[in-house]
Nanobody, 121 residues
Framework: QVQLVESGGGLVQAVGSLRLSCAAS????????MRWYRQAPGKQRELVAI???????NYADSVKGRFTISRDNAKNTVYLQMNSLKPEDTAVYYC???????????????WGQGTQVTVSS
C-alpha cells in the first residue's frame, strides 16, 4: 500500500515563507510526476506546480517566481518552497504523485491528506 504524507503547513504573515514536504512510502518501484495542488474555501482545486522524474518543472502563473518545487528521489519526497506569501495563497495544499507499485503493471495517482496554509495580512 502506498501513502503520501504532507507536512509543513501553518500560519504565516504575508511576505513570509513556508516549506511543504510530502513523503511517499510503501511498496514503491518508481515515481513519475509529482505535483502540488491547492484548494481555497469555495474554490476548485488548482494545480500549483509539477515536477517530472527528470526534474523538469512547471508552475501556475499565480506562483511563478515565488514558489519552487523540488524532489529528493532517494527519499521519495517532494517539496514546495513558498516565498513572498500572499493572503490569496491561503488554502489546503495537497500533494499528488504518479506511482508504480511493485505489484502493479501501470502507474496510479495517489493523494496526500492535505495540509493547511494560512497567510495573514
Amino acid at each position: 500500500q502506498v501513502q503520501l504524507v504532507e507536512s509543513g503547513g501553518g500560519l504565516v504573515q504575508a511576505v513570509g515563507s513556508l516549506r511543504l514536504s510530502c513523503a511517499a512510502s510503501g511498496m514503491i518501484f518508481r515515481i513519475n510526476a509529482m505535483r502540488w495542488y491547492r484548494q481555497a474555501p469555495g474554490k476548485q482545486r488548482e494545480l500549483v506546480a509539477i515536477i517530472l522524474s527528470g526534474s523538469n518543472t512547471n508552475y501556475a502563473d499565480s506562483v511563478k517566481g515565488r514558489f519552487t518545487i523540488s524532489r529528493d528521489n532517494a527519499k521519495n519526497t517532494v517539496y514546495l518552497q513558498m516565498n513572498s506569501l500572499k493572503p490569496e495563497d491561503t488554502a489546503v495544499y495537497y500533494c499528488n504523485a504518479d506511482i508504480l507499485g511493485y505489484s502493479s503493471s501501470r502507474y496510479s495517482g495517489y493523494w496526500g491528506q492535505g495540509t493547511q496554509v494560512t497567510v495573514s495580512s
